[in-house]
């Protein structure tokens, strides 16, 4: 579970779209974090507790990073001397020193060996594993107060906007041990759509889908009717994925939200009971219908062994018409489809429910990494400061001149964004741009918009023109683009989030990741005809001889301790 990618689009390109920092509804279960009487902590070197103070005298603070082949630097800079060390040290006076800093396939190898020595930095970046294994061990700092007094009203407004998904998982007996890392594709936005190509919509005589029915036939006629034109049948109706529950672009997971039925989340069974989502009973049917769709010749035979990339090949080679995926898709289908073919013109959809009640999206935890503090560091307050500067910086400030050195270059490729110690975007950055400029579109007036919302008026103006290459821009934030489902659903508080926010329990580390894979098998062998539907229920009591009972009594403690 835990964050999941933004479908085939990597996140990087939609940082590339939205030219924003950094990386990628809701139910009434939603938990709130609670409160505490912690312990106060280390008297500040600042004069008070205000966000966004200058330190006077000035402190060090230690911390350890995770780096990678994308960290362009400009001459002279790298990543313990740049624009942020810069800012922090001579605005704040807040001296941010890497202890180590190591490839991003190391960090977590080298952060082992540190938490075993008890070597830890002042604050550092972590997984919810390796959060849990420091709060065992008594090795990280109560932030529940030290939160309550240095973090600004923007920053926690931002960290809010999940209806404190990421700060129950980091608030461990009332206690607050992390700070949430959220990004600004998060929450809502990682919802499945589908997406459909509409002039071959046109080219068939086919209606937009409104209904499953529609879906299907849709799907059917792309698979049989030659939409292309090529007088080959070698057109895709639904587009699949082998890693059909990672949410990558020809993933299920909308598939199967449209009947009511989630994978790889634990939800509330109708007793109140958490149970894992990709064993229950509503997934028959979806499943059943997928079977009936492989035998008809209308999904791909060789599906089982493709995976995301080798969709997004078809789709670049006009294979494909149907197919869910998520936000940042536009993005590829403009570069692998649309500039290859201008003809192509596509759309996307919110999920089609089967029935009378809404589609309900799942949706990616709002948070997977926490920003922790060592206990005893003498300026526990600090990694919060340093997120208000950040965010102060990025969005609160709209800080915006010509050329804005935040942001990619496009000539160098350097972003300074990935510089900073600590990053935390708003999770609903791009939706809210989205809603300022298409309200700048009808009024015809975008003069008085901030950034990032200028940069995306300014492309749809261009496209409008009659700028093709900004094509991907309509796609994504114009007045039907992908953003517009992602606001239809946030409009209607359309959203599942996974109900267990803690680490791997001892049997979900041992178990899962075997049993995830019998999943994928099972449901692989069922959609091509090669086990029964009935297979499932036979697989499902099976998952929980084979440890799903001993993880649903270990996540259902957990539950019970955090609701």
């Known amino acids: 579970m835990g964050n999941k990618k933004l479908g085939a689009a990597s996140l990087g390109a939609v940082l590339a779209l939205s030219v924003l920092a950094s990386a990628c509804g809701k139910t009434e279960d939603q938990p709130a974090a609670t409160s505490s009487t912690a312990v106060s902590p280390s008297p500040s070197a600042a004069t008070s507790a205000q966000p966004l103070a200058k330190y006077n005298p000035p402190i060090e603070v230690s911390t350890v990073r995770s780096v990678d082949a994308t960290m362009k630097y400009a001459e002279g800079d790298s990543i313990d001397s740049n624009i942020w060390t810069k800012i922090f040290e001579n605005d704040y006076g807040i001296k941010v020193k890497n202890v180590w800093s190591v490839d991003a396939s190391q960090y977590h190898q080298k952060l082992n060996v540190s938490v075993a020595s008890g070597d830890l930095p002042d604050f550092l970046e972590v997984n919810k594993e390796e959060m849990k294994r420091l709060i065992d061990a008594d090795m990280l700092e109560d932030l529940t107060k030290v939160w309550a007094q240095y973090a600004s009203p923007y920053l926690k407004n931002v960290l809010n906007q999940d209806g404190s998904v990421g700060f129950k998982a980091a608030t461990v007996g009332g206690k607050l041990l992390g700070i949430p890392r959220t990004y600004s594709n998060g929450g809502t936005s990682t919802a499945s759509m589908l997406y459909v190509r509409t002039d071959w919509l046109q080219k068939l005589n086919l209606p937009e889908p409104k209904t499953m029915d529609d879906v299907f036939k849709t799907a059917t006629a ?16 639904l587009a699949l994925n082998k890693d059909f529950m990672d949410g990558g672009h020809g993933s299920l997971n909308g598939f199967f939200n449209s009947y009511h039925a989630y994978v790889d989340l634990f939800i509330k069974d109708a007793g109140g009971k958490l149970v894992y989502s990709s064993v229950q009973k509503e997934l028959k049917e979806p499943l059943k219908k997928l079977q009936q769709l492989y035998k008809d010749g209308v999904i791909d035979k060789e599906f089982g062994v493709k995976p995301a990339t080798k969709i997004q090949e078809d789709v670049a080679a006009g294979r494909v018409g149907l197919a869910y995926g998520t936000v940042a898709d536009g993005g590829f289908i403009q570069k692998e ?31 997977s990494t926490f920003y922790v503090v060592k206990k005893g560091s003498k300026h526990p307050e600090a990694v919060i400061q340093l997120a208000n500067i950040y965010i102060n910086r990025y969005y609160e400030t709209s800080y915006a ?12 490729g350097i972003f300074p964004g990935k510089y900073a110690p600590v990053i935390i975007d708003p999770l609903n950055t791009n939706l809210e741009a989205f809603r300022k400029v298409q309200e700048a579109l009808k009024k015809g007036d975008g003069s008085k918009l901030e950034f990032p919302a200028t940069i995306h008026f300014d492309r749809l103006s261009k496209f409008k023109a009659g700028d093709d290459t900004m094509w991907f821009s309509n796609m994504v934030f114009g007045a039907d683009g992908t953003f517009s489902v992602i606001d239809k659903y946030e409009q209607a508080k359309l959203g599942q989030y996974n109900l267990f926010l803690g680490p791997a329990t001892p049997a979900m580390s041992e178990k899962l990741p075997t049993l995830k894979k019998k999943i994928y098998e099972t449901y692989t062998k069922i959609i091509m005809g090669d086990a029964s539907i009935d297979d499932f229920d036979k697989f499902a009591d099976e998952f929980k001889k084979l440890g799903g009972d001993s993880i649903e009594k270990e996540v259902n403690d957990w539950y019970s301790k955090n609701k």
């Open 401 to 412: 001149p010509n050329p804005n050195p935040f942001i990619t270059d496009s000539k160098t």
């Open 337 to 367: 489809n649309h500039t290859k073919d201008p003809k192509a013109q596509w759309k996307a959809y919110p999920l089609i429910s089967t029935d009378a009640q809404p589609a309900i999206p799942q949706l990616n935890d709002t948070a």
């Open 222 to 237: 792309f698979a049989k009717q030659d939409p292309d034109g090529n007088g080959k049948a070698d057109t895709i109706g």
